[in-house]
């Protein structure tokens, strides 16, 4: 059978520095699949690998029977992976409307189809009050829902969700792990990075966590939570 | 929003039709001169505002398809004794085979090097159309005799040019490619996230840009009929003064270009005649105060008026309601 998703032995360095070493994992479909790691440990150079925003120095990434890593970074989203950005890049004098309507021309040319389409997905994201407010001129929480709206109007069947809940307030950070799992609902398999804990030990079906790009552990939340390296990684050598 | 848009459409049919109707009132061989010039800045600031304004591809050197267009033109006349409206057909063409090259080599990268490379490209023609004076007549010029001398005449091909170019670039922006245009200009890693072929599209946005400019180049040769390299291939009275009625008018917006011709070519006119050569410092000055006070220009700030006044009267988006979620 082929694997949805799979990363075997994936490796990048820049110069002298290993940002991934040696990463090999398979993501089932349906699954959401966490990546945790302390900072610069190497959990978004992983998904601009994936997403072929940087060239991998050695492995090879396998999504849905497709050879991933030598394909030009935007035939990715022709493959079915959408992504989000840890930094959000909105189109930002583009209204909210305007913004997933461009996601949307992936499947269609006509501008209604495109419209509705994304008049859609802006309804399952919660974000019809802002659909006509130009992107720049939305809050923060408002932005990274924006950026999962734009990726989700490309129709992926693999969503990379880079910190959404990053800069959220408690209340912000509910919202959005309830968008993240009616999107597992609706059938797209998730692969997310994250620093809140309570985030990823909540919606997370199997989670690999990273230190200096290898991996440390990988697992069910809990196994990964109790694991004795994560614990030194994060909390330091004496609470180990 | 349907509603709006036929108000856009019933506006610009209203102005053609205007536009159409001018030279039965003003009759004058002088304005209606002027009313020329306007047209063919007008076409270069549109086909620019492709590239620069949509796209946010700056381009230093719309000289050098302008500059192509009309020697097109001319050289047609002169070593092939063809009429030089020929060029019209051929000076777009050439002007678009002269954009593909910088196009492809440069769009594949980011940063300043296609405003560098289109820069350089003008300046490039110019010096090779001084002194490839055997092919070019170098700074001698080329001068054809024009059959039909009817201002009218003029006026409606220019008229007509210029409608074209809007035409076409309205159409282009306001379909699938203009939404991947604009992505482009916005943040081109979320383009590129989108699935979007960012250095395809911005050829795609380059071609048409060349080739109206080319238009406007052949057929400013066949109005005026004599031309040469510092007069077409000029950096700044061209390539520069292009970006700046842009500006003026406002980039990135559909009349925008059209707006910033018109005042350009009235300052100029109304100024040469008291301040000499120093007429292009009114509107240097102007364009610096517009961009000051109207940083999208003229059309812009009238945007922007209307705006607020719409939002204040209806109470849309933007409105302070405290709640910013609600999921």
Known sequence: MVKFFEAKNVVKRFGGLTAVNNLSFTVSQGEIFGIIGPNGSGKTTLFNLISRFFPVTSGEIHFNGQQLENLPAHKICNQGIGRTFQVVKPLRRMTVLGNVMAGAFLHTSSMGKARTKAEEIIDFCGLTQFKDSEAKSLPIAVRKRLEIARALATEPKLLLLDETCAGLNPRESEQAIGLIKRIRDAGVTIIIIEHVMKVMMGISDRILAINFGSQIALGSPQEVARHPEVIKAYLGEDHA | ?327
Request: glycine share 12%.
């Open chain 2, 1 to 327: 929003m349907n509603k709006i848009k036929k108000l856009n459409w019933l506006f610009a049919l209203l102005v053609l039709l205007a536009a159409i109707a001018v030279p039965w009132v003003i009759k004058a061989p002088y304005h209606l001169h002027i009313l020329i010039l306007v047209m063919v800045w007008a076409t270069i600031g549109t086909a620019w505002n492709l590239l620069g304004g949509y796209t946010g591809q700056v381009s230093f050197g719309h000289a050098a398809f302008f500059g192509v267009g009309a020697y097109a033109a001319g050289l047609l006349n002169l070593h092939y004794g063809l009429s030089p409206w020929w060029g019209m057909a051929l000076g777009p063409v050439v002007a678009a085979l002269a954009a593909l090259p910088i196009g492809l080599i440069c769009f594949r990268l980011r940063g300043p090097y296609f405003a560098l490379a289109m820069l350089a490209l003008g300046e490039i023609f110019r010096l090779m159309f001084t002194n490839l004076t055997e092919f070019t007549n170098g700074a001698k010029g080329v001068l054809i005799m024009p059959e039909i001398t009817s201002k009218m005449f003029f006026y409606y091909v220019g008229l007509t040019v210029l409608v074209v170019t809007l035409l076409v670039t309205y159409l282009i922006v306001h379909s699938k490619i203009g939404y991947y245009l604009v992505s482009i200009r916005e943040d081109q890693d979320a383009a590129t996230s989108l699935g979007i072929p960012t250095t395809f599209y911005k050829n795609v946005a380059l071609l048409p840009s060349a080739f109206f400019t080319g238009l406007a180049g052949a057929f400013y040769m066949n109005y005026v009929a004599f031309i040469d390299p510092n007069i077409v291939f000029n950096l700044s009275n061209v390539s520069v003064m292009v970006i700046l009625v842009v500006m003026m008018g406002g980039v990135a917006t559909t009349w925008g270009p059209t707006i910033g011709a018109g005042i350009y070519i009235a300052l100029g006119e109304y100024f040469r005649a008291t301040l000499g050569s120093a007429n292009v410092l009114v509107f240097g000055i102007l364009v610096c105060l517009i961009i000051m006070f109207m940083p999208n220009g003229i059309i812009g700030g009238l945007e922007t008026l209307k705006q607020k006044f719409f939002r204040s009267g209806t109470g849309l988006p933007g409105g302070g309601n405290g709640e910013v979620l609600r999921s």
